[in-house]
């Protein structure tokens, strides 16, 4: 039962290397994670802060651009093109083609954001120090141990955020066709990113009507919330605590939650002519 | 139902159970955001509450791809080119500089500087009001944005010296209240911080008047440096003219400590430091009619909005006219609405 879906991601991962626009999006990422370096002193006394901010937000945000059009194009493309007949001739099912897929997928998005994790961490690991003791004596205290531990645990974060995005794509690539599982990924995501607004404007004692409370309570509820992977806030402050149950229950609510979005793509997929 | 149908239904089901299950587990990860303070402190969407216009496409593209700092950055330098260009005054500059802080509470200038512009050049922009009363209604609104700014500024960052320094400044030379300016300057005491704040709160508690803990503050500060040559001569300055006149009212001879005032005021009538313990001396002997004709005599000289603000505190609980001071403008709405929002 495994090896047809080994099988499926082996070749997705290779053929998504192969993509020159993919390597483009990565070449750049690390231009601009390296840029951060001298975009930092945009923020005059907050430089490590600004550090932090331009270099995790690239990642986030090649990560997605990534995501989003490999994804998109993971089963849309197969359709498409016609290929998925050959596949599907063969003893594989359309459960196996679609996690072997989204497995290919992920690897691929995993193994970009771990390259530009890399870059990013021996940046900070370079400049770091020199800020922080420039800072010296000012009131800003950094505690750098602390912070290069929460650089990889933000990095680590990016990963469970894209894992989700790639299930969206996947997902949505089963439904319809390249753009417009693409352009509903971003909405999906940009959506997911304000979801603890959308949680706000369904509050009846912020004026929500009865209907407005369920309708946008309903969708609060089935919205990925993008937020729970960004914790650049904690990064730079020893004041703020987090204890490791925190970052364990992020993932366990991310597995499930990529279940579901798996799960509906299959069902969907199932039922789709090819 | 065919196998097929079952399958389907079925996988629904499960997709319903998965996300119902999934609710409780969502709600404990949001609630602990909010508790280790991972929360992004300003939501971009609150945005819509300021003039969205100063943030252009370019910017709210960062802003929702997660560079949050730099679109921050990027309104600042806008702004900083706003003010280079003389529109320092305008609505737009300080919806930019209230926009950089929404984008990144954490950076300490934009709070800075938002609070000095409203307190102060805001404050004197409003001089071009004509009507006596709208003007200062306005300064004191301005006054209090300011510390609101700042107070904002501070429950974002209250692990930095600036913004309580900024506050208690602010406290001390714009709104001259001197127990704010001593309270919020005491925080900054708590980080490494310059020799001369102690004794700001020790001139602070010479104006207001209170002499004996004016003594204390300076007194420390000759202990720490005993060539703190500011706090020497004030310790002596408060010894010679007004010490004497202190101890007399804390007697509760009254009379005596006023002759005692005056013989200081007699040689410098101007001063605003015998004005202020002559009149305060007269309110404490509850001779409210003297003291508020005092606290007038002080607050005509220049920037003295402190004594302004007690002539009209005891104008209004004399039954008189109360003219219109900023400071007790400010004073009033604060008691009447103890928490506001810039």
Not at chain 2, 86 to 114: C, F, N, Q
Request: hydrophobic share 45%; charged share 20%; net charge neutral.
């Amino acid at each position: 039962m495994l090896r047809p879906i080994y099988y499926v991601a082996k070749a997705t991962f290779h053929e998504a290397w192969r993509r020159r626009f993919l390597n483009g999006i990565l070449v750049f990422a690390i231009l601009m994670i390296g840029s951060s370096r001298v975009l930092m002193y945009m923020q005059p006394g907050a430089e490590l802060r600004m550090l932090v901010d331009i270099g995790l937000g690239s990642i986030r945000f090649f990560g997605l651009l990534i995501a989003v059009f490999m994804g998109a194009r993971l089963i849309s493309d197969e359709i498409e093109k016609r290929t998925i007949h050959t596949i599907l001739a063969k003893p594989v099912s359309r459960g196996q083609f679609l996690i072997g897929k989204f497995i290919g997928g992920v690897t691929t998005v995993w193994s970009n954001i771990a390259i530009m994790g890399v870059a990013f961490y021996g940046l900070v690991r370079l400049t770091a120090p020199r800020v922080a003791a420039a800072a010296e004596g000012e009131s800003w205290v950094y505690s750098l141990d602390l912070m290069y531990g929460r650089v990889l645990g933000s990095i680590g974060l990016i990963f469970l955020e894209l894992f989700v995005v790639t299930a969206l794509a996947v997902t949505f690539s089963t439904i319809f066709s390249w753009i417009l599982a693409t352009i509903s990924t971003f909405f999906i995501y940009f959506v997911g990113q304000m979801s603890e607004f959308i949680h706000q404007l369904a509050d009846p004692e912020r004026g929500a009507t009865p209907v407005a409370a369920i309708v946008l309570g309903t969708i609060y509820r089935i919205l990925p919330h993008f937020e729970i992977f960004d914790m650049r806030e904690a990064i730079l402050d020893p004041a703020r605590p987090l204890p490791w149950e925190h970052p364990a229950k992020v993932v366990i609510q991310t597995c499930t939650y990529v279940v579901v979005v798996i799960l509906i793509g299959y069902l969907f997929f199932n039922e789709r002519e090819v | 139902m065919s196998k097929s149908s079952f399958a389907r239904y079925g996988g629904w089901l499960m997709v319903l159970i998965l996300l119902v299950l999934l609710q409780p587990l969502s709600d404990s990860v949001n609630y602990e955001r909010l508790i280790y303070g991972l929360v992004r402190p300003m939501p971009a969407t609150r945005l819509v509450e300021k003039d969205f216009t100063v943030v252009p496409g370019v910017i709210a593209g960062a802003i929702l791809g997660g560079f949050r700092e730099i679109a921050a950055a990027m309104i600042w330098m806008k702004s900083t080119e706003l003010w280079n260009k003389g529109h320092g005054t305008e609505l737009k500059y300080l919806s930019m500089v209230r926009t950089t802080t929404l984008l990144d509470p954490h950076w300490l200038e934009p709070w800075r500087i938002a609070g000095w512009h409203l307190a102060y050049n805001m404050y004197v922009e409003a001089d071009k009001i004509p009507d006596p009363e709208l003007r200062a209604k306005r300064k004191a609104q301005y006054m209090q944005m300011g510390v609101d700014c700042l107070k904002e500024g501070i429950s974002w960052n209250p692990d930095h010296y600036d913004l309580y320094f900024e506050l208690g400044w602010t406290y001390f030379d714009k709104v001259r209240n001197y127990d704010e300016a001593s309270k919020w300057l005491s925080h900054t005491l708590q980080f490494e911080h310059p020799e001369y704040i102690e004794r700001i709160i020790a001139h602070a508690y010479e104006r207001k008047p209170e002499m004996q803990k004016a003594l204390d503050w300076y007194d420390y500060c000759i202990k720490r440096n005993p060539a703190d040559g500011t706090a020497y001569g004030a310790t002596l300055t408060i010894h010679e003219r007004y010490l004497t006149a202190w101890r007399l009212m804390e007697e509760g001879k009254y009379d005596e400590a006023i002759e005692e005032a005056n013989c200081y005021l007699a040689v410098a009538p101007n001063n605003i430091l015998p004005l202020h313990l002559k009149a305060h001396i007269y309110e404490q002997a509850g001779e409210l009619e003297k003291a508020y004709k005092w606290w007038s005599v002080a607050g005509k000289t220049a920037l003295n909005a402190h004594a302004r603000e007690r002539a009209a505190r005891l104008a209004r609980q004399l039954g008189k006219e109360v003219p219109p001071e900023p400071a007790d403008i400010m004073r009033q709405e604060q008691m009447a609405v103890p928490e506001r929002k810039f």
